[in-house]
């Protein structure tokens, strides 16, 4: 990854010379998510907030084509759990300051955090992409079920967040991505205390 910065605040920069190193970027992200992560991505049409959605989703194990729902709003994947972080691991290894990849992590390590799924598959973690670019007011959110999707267990990646606002719940991850000259500059700032774990760990991965 090129010239990342990172500071106390939460907020990690980082520099993304073309669409491969979005798509890193977006494993990267993967490595660090747990069940019930909500992620903002901001950023003008063809900025890369979709292939950032389909390098994390790639990276958990999805091998199918990736589009952004303009008109359906939410795409929803049922992805390998096992590629998950354990959100009490992370906190230990921030702690400590240490440099284990996320990905190699025993099953054993995240055995209880997926207990309350959904469907009852502990192998499975839902996660929904949204696009709200064609949303024309926030309440339509209601009307879709949105309390069902962001039960607390499933990852949102969602595009266009702006658009739902005053209904979405808060963001763990806030990414705004913005058009550079030979590039793209990404920020992601953290907005909660997973979201600040999720970000200093990734700051260590770059």
Same mark, same amino acid.
């Given at each position: 990854m090129s010239n990342s910065q990172y500071n106390k605040k939460s907020l990690l920069t980082v520099f993304l010379p073309d669409e491969s190193a979005m798509i890193d970027l977006g494993a990267q992200l993967a490595a660090q998510a747990q069940p019930g992560t909500i992620i903002y991505l901001d950023g003008d049409l063809g900025a890369g907030k979709t292939t950032l959605v389909r390098g994390f989703l790639r990276a958990c194990g999805h091998r199918g084509a990736v589009k952004s729902p303009t008109f359906t709003v939410v795409e929803p994947y049922a992805l390998d759990y096992n590629k998950f972080y354990d959100y009490n691991q992370l906190q230990v290894d921030l702690k400590q300051n240490d440099r284990i990849d996320p990905l190699t992590i025993s099953k054993t390590d995240k055995s209880d955090v997926n207990s309350k799924s959904r469907d009852g598959n502990k192998s499975l973690q839902k996660v929904y992409h949204f696009d709200l670019y064609r949303l024309e007011d926030p309440e339509e959110l209601e009307y879709l079920g949105i309390r069902d999707y962001l039960d607390g267990q499933a990852i949102a990646l =969602?595009?266009? @967040? +702006?658009?739902? /606002?005053? *209904?979405? @719940?808060? +963001?763990?991850? !806030? %990414?705004? =991505?913005?058009?550079?000259?030979?590039?793209? $500059? *990404? /920020?992601?700032? #953290? /907005? &909660?205390? !997973? $979201?600040? #774990? %999720?970000? &200093?760990? !990734? +700051?260590l991965s770059l």
């Open positions: =969602i595009e266009w @967040p +702006a658009k739902g /606002e005053g *209904v979405l @719940p808060k +963001a763990d991850v !806030l %990414i705004k =991505i913005t058009h550079q000259k030979q590039g793209r $500059g *990404v /920020e992601l700032r #953290a /907005e &909660s205390e !997973l $979201g600040k #774990a %999720i970000v &200093s760990r !990734l +700051a």
